[in-house]
Nanobody, 117 residues
Framework: QVQLVESGGGLVQPGGSPRLSCAAS????????MNWYRQAPGKQRELVAA???????NYADSVKGRFTISRDNAKNTVYLQMNSLKPEDTAVYYC???????????WGQGTQVTVSS
């Protein structure tokens, strides 16, 4: 079992640069692939950024060059640095931990990010 707790969301002005954090507990964090998803009102949940246990990263085209995912295995935490935010980035952002070899994944409760002036 893995428990995930996101933090760092809130109201941000366009162009802002907040950082989301996702703290994990309950299992060996370093062996999980970690993802950030988001879901805007009326839209499907979409994958924003991913980082493997080895540190390889991947991004949705819509955030490439603006968002950076990273992990600190010593702190059992994954981060999403978001830069140059746009109103269309407004969504609930979810942290997701995956063990593909076991066919399991876990979700956090989500943190709201609202981009508005």
């Amino acid at each position: 079992q893995v428990q995930l707790v996101e933090s760092g969301g809130g109201l941000v002005q366009p162009g802002g640069s907040p950082r989301l954090s996702c703290a994990a507990s309950g299992s060996i964090f370093s062996i999980y692939a970690m993802n950030w998803y988001r879901q805007a009102p009326g839209k499907q949940r979409e994958l924003v950024a991913a980082i493997t246990s080895g540190g390889s990263t991947n991004y949705a085209d819509s955030v490439k060059g603006r968002f950076t995912i990273s992990r600190d295995n010593a702190k059992n935490t994954v981060y999403l640095q978001m830069n140059s935010l746009k109103p269309e980035d407004t969504a609930v952002y979810y942290c997701n931990a995956v063990r593909a070899d076991l066919g399991v994944d876990y979700w956090g409760q989500g943190t709201q990010v609202t981009v508005s002036s």
